[in-house]
Nanobody
Framework: QVRLVESGGGLAQAGTSLTLSCTASGRTININAIAWFRQAPGKEREFVAANRWSGGNTYYADSVKGRFTISRDNAKNTVYLQMNSLKPEDTAVYYC?????????????????WGQGTQVTVSS
């Protein structure tokens, strides 16, 4: 079993930065890719970024491309989401999720193990 724990959320002003962390524990050998999704109030959960656990195969949603960066530290079993130039529309609960096989994907159904989420609120 793999457990994912997000951290780093909080309140930020528009134009500033936040870095989220997703730390995996348990059978991390069973992780092939990690993705970040977000869900704003009243909206469906949407893809943000994904990266293969071993590196490469990186995808970003168009809405965050050029502002957000996904990276990882395998020694710490941690994936990061660096969020720059934040906008009020980035306000959401951010979740990380695991894909146990295959390449990184933007499809929410590809991921079977989710963290509890961390709230990001961006004020204008």
């Amino acid at each position: 079993q793999v457990r994912l724990v997000e951290s780093g959320g909080g309140l930020a002003q528009a134009g500033t930065s936040l870095t989220l962390s997703c730390t995996a524990s348990g059978r991390t050998i069973n992780i092939n890719a990690i993705a970040w999704f977000r869900q704003a109030p009243g909206k469906e959960r949407e893809f943000v970024a994904a990266n293969r656990w071993s590196g490469g195969n990186t995808y970003y949603a168009d809405s965050v491309k050029g502002r957000f960066t996904i990276s990882r530290d395998n020694a710490k079993n941690t994936v990061y989401l660096q969020m720059n130039s934040l906008k009020p529309e980035d306000t959401a609960v951010y979740y990380c999720a695991r894909r146990p096989y295959g390449l990184a994907s933007q499809a929410i159904g590809s991921y079977d193990n989710w963290g509890q989420g961390t709230q990001v609120t961006v004020s204008s």
